[in-house]
């Protein structure tokens, strides 16, 4: 039999790799820390969702601190906290929501960058409002590429999570380090514990009864605690279905909003399945994911506001600038 | 019919059937957007093409225009060459603890529920639940059942199942529902090969009995 790779790999910015050396080790954690990238592209058909940062947004910010190329690996931090210690001098830039960084003596806010020399700890310390921080490393974080991605899938054994005590290595920096260090960015994304996100009407939008169609768009929902990578549960007002049949399973991107039985809105987010059954009432915007990302559970307040795919396009494209 | 999802990506639903014919033109078409630049990537299903697209690099108007173009080049006579797979099953036993269970309630001998599964070729219809699973159809309709009332909490890598008029197997070990008769030695998913994936959507596939026991 023919065993060739049907795979293909079209991804826009490529991934570097290159001499690496010790930069890091983890002292402390607790939460949930893997490395992500801008994701694995081109492996959907094969049933490997694409996974990647939770908040695009904040992990490009990380990166474009430190002049790292777009794809570089970052550590996200969900739901815990980190202490590493330097293994050499660096510079580290945190970005996210929910979170502080204590350096050596200092306290800095998230969206900046910061020297770091041999032998000092860095915390990245659990606040509130939000879940995910991203810890990028001038050069990059060196890990072992799987299928074209240095992000980890960990349901389906694709790379590992972050334990303490492991040795975390980075590639060439981009610049000297004084030059990456004390930076900082302000966010065009507005983070908020009261979000409207904006939404495009998905293939099955006429499914749903006019009032349940009002339901959506006209109540308040709240994100549920067991939510994780690979969806968010939200909780409110039950979605009503004019059609109950049931769909023959089609694809799905991060972002599609399924509504089950039950009328409880399920989030699809990065590590979500590539394909699924359930009737998928609209599809978040790129531009809103990072704020349904950070939405705290049991506090945010969430309404949804449909959009056009060109207004919700040329959003995307002023939040890159 | 197109339908956006999103706006990083349209699903293109060429019918509203699990039908051989059907599943044909969608991985003919998926083959044929998967060479233009503009995709990032497409993703087959029963009835529908999901394509993937930057909308940083392309509007949703262009790729619409030219997902309209593919199609209109895409006439009967499209075929994308299929490859054929021959997979060795141990059938029963500790490989298959619901071959029997399953024969009881179909009414059939072991021997013709083994018969019924490994004479017919599958195709790939298309792949998801886990990384590498195949939804393999259609299955002869003597063995069509509804899924375990209960799923398994550990179904183990290898396992070959049947569930309504489907049947698969199971890359890595997971949770599922579906009624194991079989195992397959072969490695469905390997992360960290150049070929992580034995199949790929659109393959032919016949079960072959391991008859070495």
Same mark, same amino acid.
């Given at each position: 039999m023919d065993n060739k790779p049907l795979t293909t790999d079209k991804h826009p910015s490529s991934i570097v790799s290159g001499p690496s050396s010790p930069a890091l080790e983890i002292a402390d954690l607790s939460g949930i820390a893997t490395f992500q990238d801008s994701g694995r592209h081109g492996y959907n058909k094969f049933g490997v969702p694409t996974s990647g940062a939770m908040d695009w947004y904040a992990y490009q910010a990380a990166n474009s601190l430190l002049n790292n190329p777009p794809n570089s690996a970052v550590i996200e931090l969900g739901l815990g906290e980190i202490t590493l210690r330097a293994l050499r001098n660096t510079v580290i830039a945190v970005t996210g929501a929910g979170y502080e960084v204590e350096n050596y003596i200092w306290i800095f806010p998230l969206w900046t960058s910061f020297y770091v020399r041999a032998g000092w700890t860095v915390r990245v310390k659990k606040t509130s409002g939000g879940n995910w921080a991203y810890i990028a490393i001038a050069g990059g974080f060196d890990s072992p590429i799987i299928m074209n991605s240095r992000s980890a899938y960990l349901r389906g054994g694709v790379g590992s999570a972050l334990k303490v005590g492991g040795v975390l290595h980075s590639l060439a920096p981009a610049a000297d380090l004084l030059k990456l260090a004390a930076r900082d960015h302000t966010p065009l994304i507005p983070y908020s514990q009261t979000p409207t996100i904006e939404v495009i009407p998905a293939p099955?939008?006429?499914?749903?009864t006019p009032e349940g169609i009002r339901t959506f768009y006209e109540s308040e929902y709240t994100l549920s605690p067991s939510f994780d990578r690979m969806g968010y549960r939200l909780q409110g007002s039950p979605i009503e279905k004019v059609i109950t049949k049931e769909l023959i399973s089609e694809g799905m991107t991060m972002g599609s909003i399924q509504i089950p039985a039950d009328g409880q809105p399920i989030v699809m987010m !990065?590590?979500?399945? &590539?394909?699924?059954?359930y009737p998928k009432i609209a599809n978040v915007t790129r531009a809103s994911l990072p704020l349904l990302a950070q939405c705290e559970a049991g506090v945010s307040k969430i309404r949804f506001r449909e959009v056009t795919v060109e207004e919700a396009q040329r959003k995307t494209m002023d939040d890159r600038r | 019919m197109l339908k956006m999802l999103g706006d990083s990506a349209i699903l293109i639903q060429l019918g509203d059937a699990i039908d051989p014919a059907l599943n044909a033109r969608v991985h003919a078409l998926s083959a044929l957007l998967q060479t233009? %630049? !503009?995709?990032?990537e497409t993703v087959p299903a029963y009835c529908t093409v999901l394509v993937h697209y930057d909308p940083l690099a392309t509007t949703y108007n262009q790729i619409k225009n030219l997902i309209e173009e593919k199609i209109s080049l895409l /006439?009967?006579?499209?075929h994308r060459p299929s490859r054929r797979l021959e997979i060795p099953v141990l059938y029963g036993n500790a490989s298959g603890p619901d071959l029997e269970s399953v024969a009881t309630t179909l009414a059939l001998f072991p021997s013709e529920l083994i018969r019924l599964h490994s004479e017919r070729e599958y195709t790939v219809y298309m792949m998801g639940f &886990?990384?590498?699973?195949p939804y393999l159809?259609? %299955?002869?309709?003597?063995l069509s059942l509804p899924r375990l009332s209960t799923p398994r909490t550990r179904v183990p890598a290898g396992s070959v199942a049947i569930a309504g008029s489907q049947t698969g197997i199971y890359p890595v070990d997971s949770p599922g529902g579906w009624h194991i008769i079989g195992h397959t030695? %072969?490695? %469905?998913? /390997?992360? &960290?090969?150049? &070929?992580?994936?034995l199949f790929s959507p659109g393959d032919t596939v016949k079960f072959i009995p391991d008859h070495g026991q």
């Open positions: 099955q939008a006429d499914w749903f !990065a590590d979500a399945p &590539t394909a699924g059954g | 233009s %630049l !503009a995709i990032i /006439d009967e006579s499209t &886990t990384p590498g699973f159809g259609i %299955l002869n309709e003597k030695p %072969l490695k %469905l998913f /390997d992360p &960290t090969s150049e &070929t992580p994936f």
